[in-house]
């Protein structure tokens, strides 16, 4: 299936290469995966060369794209941590096939699954990032897989989609201005997501205080492009049309009674301002068997802009002590 267009100036190699030594195309490659609905390809790419960690990383949406990553630039190269940026099925740099029966949470598991198997990560060096989305992926995958990881964590998502929808109805909605939200409740029950008052009553009223905490206009380009390039056609399915609280498939997920399943060093990375409660951050963190915290007091959902420098010393204090490398506390 072929991608939608990128923008100028992106080298074909960057887009396209399917050989074997990601060496030879900067780190790129496009890793063909199998579904029940036909094979296609996935974009990945690799930074660094580390043989005891390596960091895959999940983004959001579902539909989103990896670029918001992009800070981890500035922070995993000097850490020495080996880190991947992949782009889901049905996200912009990977194949977008139109097939709804693709957007399914087992089938994103053994998305990844595949994934890990052709870049060659083991128990031996493998830890999972999911944020958003892709928490809820990174913990479905630990629960199917978790033999084959070494750590794992949960980045700003709730273990819980009616916790999640309480804490919005309960916590922010009451915040908002109410006429905006009741012209958003409005447009939401005719499903008109795509009239141009209801993105910009969101963003004015809720995504600047709880998704990220900068002033519109001068969001970084990473977040605007993962804005621009969202897939609806994956993302209104799953999560519903909004980040106000979860109304698609994902509406009763609940895996709260699993957490003590997973034996793996976990750490869950929470935010004040963010749209998930930073309470049930913490908790689930001592639900886990092995788990630990990192609250960010300044942060919202996308604390690894809005509070940086706490996002990513907690981070790579955590990988560094679950491997035992210098710097670590193991």
Same mark, same amino acid.
């Given at each position: 299936m072929p991608n939608r267009e990128t923008g100028a100036g992106v080298p074909a190699s960057y887009l396209d290469n399917r050989g074997r030594d990601d060496r030879l195309y900067g780190g790129v490659r496009r890793i063909e995966i199998e579904t029940p609905h036909g094979r296609f390809k996935v974009w990945t790419r690799r930074f660094g060369n580390n043989p005891r960690i390596k960091l895959l990383l999940l983004h959001g949406g579902p539909g989103a794209t990896h670029e918001y990553f992009a800070p981890c630039d500035s922070y995993l190269p000097a850490a020495e941590i080996e880190y991947y940026f992949y782009d889901q099925l049905g996200s912009h740099f990977s194949d977008q096939p139109d097939i709804d029966a693709l957007w399914d949470l087992p089938r994103f598991v053994d998305e990844?699954?595949? =994934?890990?198997?052709?870049?060659?990560?083991?128990? /031996?060096?493998?830890?999972?990032?999911?944020? /958003?989305?892709?928490?809820?992926?990174a913990l479905e995958y630990a629960l199917a897989h978790q033999q084959h990881l070494k750590g794992l964590v949960i980045s700003n998502m709730m273990m819980s989609i009616p916790e999640y929808n309480r804490y919005a109805e309960q916590v922010l909605m009451p915040t908002m201005d109410q006429d905006a939200l009741a012209q958003i409740k409005r447009m939401e029950a005719a499903q008109d997501y795509q009239h141009p008052r209801y993105m910009a009553l969101l963003m004015q009223h809720h995504y600047v205080q709880h998704v990220l905490r900068m002033p519109l206009g001068s969001w970084p380009d990473p977040v605007e492009r993962a804005f621009r390039y969202l897939n609806q056609? =994956?993302?209104?399915?799953?999560?519903?049309? /909004?980040?106000l609280g979860a109304s698609g498939r994902l509406a009763h997920w609940d895996r709260l009674a699993d957490l003590q399943r997973i034996t793996v060093p976990t750490l869950s990375i929470g935010a004040r301002y963010d749209t998930m409660d930073p309470a049930h951050m913490a908790r689930i963190a001592r639900m886990f068997r092995n788990g630990r915290s990192l609250d960010l007091p300044e942060g919202s959902h996308m604390a690894m802009f809005d509070d940086q420098e706490r996002y990513f010393a907690g981070l790579i204090d955590f990988l560094n002590d679950v491997d035992g490398s210098p710097g670590g506390s193991a």
């Open positions: 990844v699954e595949q =994934v890990r198997v052709a870049l060659g990560l083991d128990a /031996s060096n493998f830890f999972l990032l999911g944020h /958003s989305w892709g928490g809820i992926l056609k =994956v993302y209104i399915p799953m999560q519903g049309p /909004s980040e």
